[in-house]
């Protein structure tokens, strides 16, 4: 029986980071559609080096994340992505079981 990861853990590992003076974006689940593999306000937390801790889908969806998270770091404009599959990109972010799901990525200012 497996457990659950924490929900909390990379909000507190955000905290760290920025306490250490990293910048740090945060990626949250706002919507599923279908069979998606994160529930609704899973976190993924990422620095401006790449380096991160949580996840909000597995798979290749966390590398496209992680890549609008580092520019999001840069620029400070938050962004909604969404990966499904309607879009073309499901089948390389890994979402080809018919899932969806959107992803708000903000740069935390700490």
């Known amino acids: 029986m497996s457990k659950e990861p924490n929900i909390l853990e990379p909000l507190e590992i ?3 980071w920025c306490s250490d003076g990293r910048k740090v974006a945060l990626a ?6 279908g069979s998606a593999p994160r529930p ?6 990422i620095d401006e080096e790449g380096n991160f801790q949580g996840s909000v889908s ?4 966390e590398g496209a994340v992680i890549a609008e998270a580092v520019e999001i770091i840069e620029s400070g404009t938050p962004k ?9 990109t499901a ?6 079981c018919g899932g969806r799901i959107r992803v708000y990525v ?5």
């Open 80 to 88: 909604v992505l969404e990966f499904g599959v309607a879009d073309e």
């Open 28 to 33: 949250t689940v706002i919507e599923t559609w």
């Open 40 to 45: 609704i306000g899973s976190h993924l937390v």
């Open 14 to 16: 955000a905290e760290t």
């Open 58 to 61: 597995g798979g290749c969806v």
């Open 106 to 110: 903000e740069r935390i200012d700490g």
């Open 91 to 96: 089948w390389r972010v890994g979402l080809s």
